[in-house]
């Protein structure tokens, strides 16, 4: 396995021999290391490869210089040279066995002599391996190959140790566990659930970037419950947990948190159907998994026994607003899920398709951009033990898509505007800019949502009408 994995490396990536014959000749060894050496062993070789080497930052830019296409040393103060090469970027990281403070993650950065103290200062066991290159030596000395083939996540040093030094590794834990599949041990888990507070020294972005990555990984709901059973989702999405509300007696509504999950598997599903070689879409998924967090909030027992969660959705947005706000997630991601958490339940009124063309039109408009995603989020949330009627949803949801493509054939619906234009309204209402002629082409667009295309002529007329209600004769000479 491991001589089969680092021949299909060299043979994927060729600069990987140019790099260890330029090093051995300056009398360095040169590894390859951590993640690039665990995807080999999985079968994955990529283009973006991380080595290590005795030689300081300084020799190793001297060596990159005239080899490499770019080289660039913005991690230099962490000993890290980056460089690119025939399509392949690399990373050259001088031998490290740093030492923390344990009131932050940051480290005091010590360059060190030996691999094996390189690799004993690593987040787990399956990134602690390095082979190096120029006499093919594999080198293991904490069982990362044992726990790649066990499907492990374990720490080369004890994991209550590794969690003090950097509390960020929790949640790389989980991210691993996504990514990969992998399972922590036992004693991985339970340093998780005893240090779970200890993530409170991470600044919002680094648990942002980690829970970003989670998501976007081939197996994102084993993430999400390894965040939520150890304890850490209490810290950075306090949301989830909040969803496992008790079942009542009667069972007169879903575990809130299940589903959730449920609908982020199925929202994965649909985005893989729709484009199997595309990029993983981060704002499906975070909407699909935040889609009910309004749920708890809203709860309500009626009489008779039932459960209500009236505005959930409305609630919802706000709350995911405010926690992707506070995690520094961009302003175009923010807005985005909150507004798929807020159009989420919007079909169900749909019924039997008794919906006017009016309400298919204003669908497509308050989704805009977002409606492909709407689509597969709406789908995803149909989550039913009874078949009839999952089937049922899924046939109205047909019928409503049928009608919007239909109506987008006759009107354009993607760019729904009113029948005249802001210059056209001042022209013949013979105004000055200003907010007039903005209520005016709002009027006019809620017309076109209603009625579909008017036509210039009836755009005229319906804005003359609608002036004078205003007080505003206009120059009817100009229509």
Same mark, same amino acid.
């Given at each position: ?91 050259i990281t001088t031998f490290r066995a740093d030492t923390y ?16 103290? $390189? ?6 066991? #399956?990134?602690?391996? *390095? &082979? +190096? /290159?120029? !006499?093919?030596?594999?080198? @293991? ?113 879903? $575990? ?6 449920? #609908?982020?598997?199925? *929202? &994965? +599903? /649909?985005? !893989?159907?729709?484009?199997? @070689? ?155 800019p200003g907010p007039l002629v903005g209520k005016a082409w ?38």
């Amino acid at each position: 396995m491991q001589r089969n994995a680092i021949e299909e490396l060299l043979r994927r990536a060729p600069v990987v021999e140019e790099l260890a014959r330029l090093f051995a000749a300056a009398g360095f060894s040169l590894y390859i290391v951590g993640g690039s050496v665990r995807d080999a062993l999985l079968g994955q070789v990529g283009a973006d490869l991380d080595f290590t080497t005795e030689a300081r930052p300084e020799r190793v830019l001297e060596l990159l210089d005239g080899w490499a296409e770019t080289v660039w040393d913005t991690g230099i103060e962490f000993g890290t040279v980056g460089a690119y090469r025939k399509g392949t970027t690399v990373e050259i990281t001088t031998f490290r066995a740093d030492t923390y403070d344990r009131s932050s993650r940051n480290p005091e950065v010590v360059f060190g002599d030996s691999i094996d103290g $390189d690799l004993l200062r690593r987040d787990f066991t #399956v990134n602690a391996m *390095a &082979v +190096e /290159l120029s !006499r093919r030596e594999f080198v @293991d000395p904490h069982g990362g190959l044992r726990d790649v083939i066990r499907q492990w996540l374990d720490t080369p040093a004890p994991p209550e140790e590794s969690f003090a030094d950097d509390p960020l590794r929790m949640m790389r834990a989980a991210r691993f566990a996504a990514q990969l599949g992998f399972d922590p041990t036992q004693r991985v888990l339970t340093a998780m659930r005893e240090m779970a507070a200890e993530i409170a020294r991470i600044t919002p972005e680094r648990v942002q970037t980690e829970l970003s990555k989670l998501l976007c990984g081939q197996y994102p709901r084993k993430g999400v419950e390894l965040l939520v059973d150890t304890g850490l989702a209490d810290h950075v999405l306090p949301e989830l947990p909040a969803m496992r509300l008790e079942i009542d007696e009667h069972h007169q509504h879903k $575990d809130v948190y299940l589903h959730s999950l449920v #609908v982020l598997d199925q *929202a &994965v +599903e /649909l985005e !893989r159907a729709a484009d199997p @070689d595309g990029e993983p879409d981060l704002t499906l998924r975070l909407a699909a998994l935040l889609h009910d967090i309004g749920k708890p909030a809203t709860r309500r027992f009626e009489p008779g026994g039932g459960v209500s969660f009236h505005h959930h959705e409305v609630v919802g947005a706000k709350m995911a607003r405010k926690r992707l706000r506070a995690l520094r997630y961009s302003k175009e991601i923010v807005s985005d899920v909150s507004d798929l958490v807020y159009l989420h339940l919007r079909f169900h009124g749909y019924g039997e398709g008794n919906w006017t063309d009016s309400a298919v039109r204003r669908y497509v408009n308050d989704a805009g951009h977002l409606l492909q995603r709407l689509h597969k989020l709406v789908r995803a949330d149909c989550t039913t033990r009874n078949r009839r009627k999952a089937r049922a949803l899924q046939r109205s949801y047909d019928d409503l898509e049928a009608r919007i493509r239909r109506i987008a054939e006759e009107e354009d619906l993607a760019r729904v505007r009113p029948d005249l234009d802001g210059n056209e309204i001042i022209r013949l209402l013979g105004i000055e800019p200003g907010p007039l002629v903005g209520k005016a082409w709002r009027h006019l667009k809620e017309l076109r949502l209603d009625q579909g295309p008017l036509g210039r002529e009836q755009a005229v007329a319906e804005l003359y009408r609608w002036a004078r209600e205003q007080g505003v004769e206009p120059p009817e000479e100009l229509g």
